[in-house]
């Protein structure tokens, strides 16, 4: 698959295939696109913490305004920003979770963008100190769904050309 079928494939998988393990060589590429992601200056300002235990799981999909959905994922990761590293902190760790996004989908797995969740409690269950700051949290697993493809806008209502009003036309 190469990265334009990954990026259409991608959809937000809610139900996962709790019996289905993720062999490790599987999860280490997809942590190593992470690893690779470009950063501002390259500060790398970064740290995730993967969640592989069954209850830590549970009390994260709890502090996840209980999206319980995410305890059957395989994995959970969560993307912390560093403050003091980079202005960039809430950007940074973005594009390297939509690196692990993109490669998951090309590996046959599942994902889901988590931002609606009690930061305090995600630190907490996670033990992340006080000032780090939590981007975002994904499951990965193996889908137990199949959604289709969402609508989405078309080229000439979200792209511009030379200046904003002037919308980008597909000849």
């Known amino acids: 698959m190469d990265v334009f ?69 395989q994995v959970a990761i969560a993307a912390i920003g560093d403050p003091s590293a980079s202005r960039w902190y809430p950007q940074d760790p973005m594009i390297a979770v939509e690196h692990m996004v993109l490669e998951a989908t090309e590996l046959g797995y599942g994902t889901c963008w988590i931002g609606a969740f009690n930061e305090d409690a995600v630190k907490k269950v996670l033990n992340i ?6 981007v975002c949290v994904i499951p990965i697993g193996v889908p137990d769904e199949e959604p289709p493809a969402r609508p989405r806008k078309a080229i000439e209502e979200i792209f511009h050309l030379d200046r904003y009003g002037n919308p980008y036309r597909v000849k």
């Open 129 to 134: 100190p006080s000032e780090l700051k939590v």
């Open 5 to 73: 079928e990954a990026i259409k494939k991608r959809r937000s998988i809610r139900r996962y295939k709790r019996e289905t393990k993720i062999p490790e060589e599987h999860l280490l590429k997809i942590l190593e696109a992470a690893r690779l992601a470009p950063s501002a200056g390259n500060r790398q300002p970064w740290r995730f913490v993967v969640v592989k235990d069954p209850e830590v799981k549970r009390k994260l999909a709890e502090a996840c305004n209980n999206q319980i959905f995410i305890a059957d994922a």
